[in-house]
């Protein structure tokens, strides 16, 4: 049999030896560093819902808000599916709503950059008006106007750890059903800032 290691798997824990970030306690952190900061309309914009590692974020979302007593609504949360163009036409949805949010969370770099883009075509000043997290910390996000708030997820050390798990699996050393979850840890920039009194 070929040896494989699977680095967060879609579906979550498998029967083979597999490495994951903790996206649930990462979404918690990034959700409730913008209740830290006094928003209380925070938008998701959700990952792929057949992803295993998206549904954790939106657990972590909605487990963060009810921790702080805020309501889940639903008309905040919209799907952005990862990809930078498919993260659009949600981002404008929320951003145009009638009571917009004062903050988007959202479960990837690449939507938070894009939202970032849309609240700038909408005239919208970020963090000013808007305050928007990422999660991944990919290297566009601190190159970012202004550079991106993020979860990092520790891509680089979960790379060299399913490295040396095949190995591990070649050799014999690494047990077949081995599971390996990374800490996350919040990247503070530019990207959020407190509510404003007249939001």
């Avoid at 959700?31 to 006094?38: A, D």
């Avoid at 959700?46 to 974020?57: F, I, K, M, N, V």
């Amino acid at each position: 049999a070929t040896p494989i290691v699977a680095v967060d798997p879609h579906a979550g824990p498998s029967n083979l030896p597999s490495i994951h970030a903790d996206n649930l306690a990462g979404a918690i952190t990034a959700t409730r560093h913008l209740v830290e900061l006094v928003h209380r309309r925070i938008g998701f914009l959700a990952g792929r819902p057949d992803l295993e590692s998206a549904r954790q974020r939106e657990h972590g979302y909605r487990d963060a808000l009810a921790e702080a007593g805020v309501p889940v609504d639903p008309e905040l949360i919209r799907v952005g599916d990862y990809e930078l163009e498919m993260s659009e036409v949600p981002a404008r949805q929320l951003l145009t709503l009638a009571d917009r949010p004062t903050a988007v969370f959202a479960a990837n770099d690449l939507s938070a950059i894009q939202t970032v883009h849309v609240a700038h075509s909408l005239g919208l000043s970020v963090p000013d008006d808007v305050s928007v997290i990422g999660f991944d910390n990919i290297p566009e996000s601190a190159l970012m106007a202004p550079p991106l708030t993020t979860i990092d997820q520790s891509i680089q050390e979960r790379g060299r750890l399913a490295v040396e798990m095949l190995i591990g699996v070649i050799e014999g050393t690494t047990e077949g059903s081995a599971q390996v979850t990374l800490p996350t840890r919040l990247v503070v920039r530019q990207s959020c800032g407190p509510v404003r009194g007249d939001r």
